[in-house]
């Protein structure tokens, strides 16, 4: 998956960011200022906040 994508829990209309998840971890940038660049995490910070969030 090297695509950028939003939650299937966003809905369209909503400001939300954006991720792009790739093999060394995954890139979140905003969808309202895309030219700004993203903010890159490696594939451990990443995982970890996935856990996070989906334990609750």
């Known amino acids: ?5 939003k939650s ?3 809905p369209s209309t909503s ?4 991720v792009r998840e ?3 971890g ?3 940038r ?5 030219e700004a660049g993203h903010l890159p995490f490696p594939a451990g ?9 989906t334990r609750r």
């Not at 998956?1 to 994508?5: F, I, K, L, P, T």
């Not at 905003?30 to 895309?34: A, I, K, L, Y």
């Not at 910070?45 to 969030?53: F, I």
């Open 15 to 18: 400001t939300c960011v954006e």
């Open 30 to 34: 905003d969808t309202e200022h895309r």
């Open 1 to 5: 998956m090297n695509e950028w994508h």
């Open 26 to 28: 995954a890139d979140v």
């Open 45 to 53: 910070e990443w995982a970890a906040l996935l856990a996070s969030v």
């Open 22 to 24: 790739h093999q060394s």
């Open 8 to 10: 299937s829990y966003s």
